[in-house]
């Protein structure tokens, strides 16, 4: 709420928008949400997986796609009456620890790099060296992906849905029914060759896509800024690039599962430590609270 004013860029109340909120009630209020988010990537994603346009239209309506979350969350928040201005004040909040940063940041490229440890251990395959990225790429990586190639979907996943299934769920919960909507939202891009889901098995996608739903829970719900998950998710795939066994290895159901296993080990970690409740050691984050 706009403590200053009262009132949201709408013109509308936000106290009469928060009690909208609770009106339609969390499952309604996720429902619109999911509506709206796939109605928008998966009509453009069509175009591809049909093959209705050409190739040169692929990467275009991939990223154009990648804001389906963002365009499900203006939608239900306009449905609602809420002030979209007021949400994404109250959503980026910056001063946090900068220890908070730092995690969001290096965590994806390390538990890339141990589970390409573990999998070529376990599984007795070989070291590709040669083929890593260059470090000066993971940067510019990071901030592509940021904008347009994966961490802008954060806007709509925990600045929106999140905190919305947290008006009536365990944080807990509310993670895993996001991460399974975040799944089914990228299984159009398995059939589209040249997205970064052609090629990786889905089995693994699916149980790594759930647990990162729940450390991304626990980042937002613990510093109560957007910010560092949407830094966590930007710096997921370029970190892809870093997987000591390769590309290639890192596609293989045994190479991606190894990853999805250790993700799952952190969630399952964190959601001892924490509780299913909050989800941190702070109280979770609603909708309510944002707008």
Do not use: C
Not at 53 to 73: E, H, K, N, Y
Not at 84 to 107: D, E, G, H, K, M
Not at 216 to 228: D, E, F, K, P
């Amino acid at each position: 709420m706009n403590s200053e004013t009262g009132f949201g860029t709408d013109g509308i109340g936000t106290e009469e928008a928060d009690n909208e909120v609770r009106r339609l009630g969390h499952r309604r209020t996720f429902g619109l949400f999911v509506v709206g988010t796939l109605a928008y990537s998966w009509g453009l994603w069509a175009l591809l997986v049909f093959d209705l346009v050409p190739a040169s239209m692929t990467t275009p309506l991939i990223l154009l796609g990648g804001f389906g979350p963002l365009v499900g969350a203006l939608l239900t928040l306009r449905l609602t009456g809420s002030s979209i201005r007021t949400w994404l004040r109250s959503n980026l909040r910056y001063r946090i620890p900068l220890r908070w940063y730092a995690l969001a940041i290096v965590l994806p490229p390390l538990l890339i790099v141990v589970s390409s440890v573990v999998y070529v251990t376990v599984f007795d395959a070989s070291y590709a060296f040669d083929e890593l990225a260059a470090l000066w790429m993971f940067p510019l990586g990071l901030v592509l992906t940021f904008l347009v190639g994966g961490g802008n979907e954060e806007l709509g996943w925990r600045g929106f849905a999140q905190p919305a299934l947290q008006e009536g769920l365990s944080a807990f919960a509310s993670s895993v029914l996001v991460g399974l909507v975040w799944f089914v939202w990228h299984v159009p891009l398995f059939f589209v060759p040249g997205s970064s889901q052609a090629g990786v098995p889905m089995l693994p996608y699916a149980i790594g896509v759930l647990a990162t739903a729940v450390v991304l829970a626990w980042l937002y719900n613990a510093t109560g800024s957007l910010l560092i998950p949407w830094l966590y998710h930007a710096s997921i795939n370029p970190a892809g690039g870093y997987f000591l066994a390769g590309v290639a290895g890192l596609k293989t159901v045994s190479g991606y599962g190894t990853y999805a296993l250790l993700v799952a080990v952190v969630a399952v970690a964190l959601l001892v430590h924490y509780g299913p409740s909050d989800l941190a050691s702070r109280a979770k984050v609603r909708l309510s609270d944002l707008v």
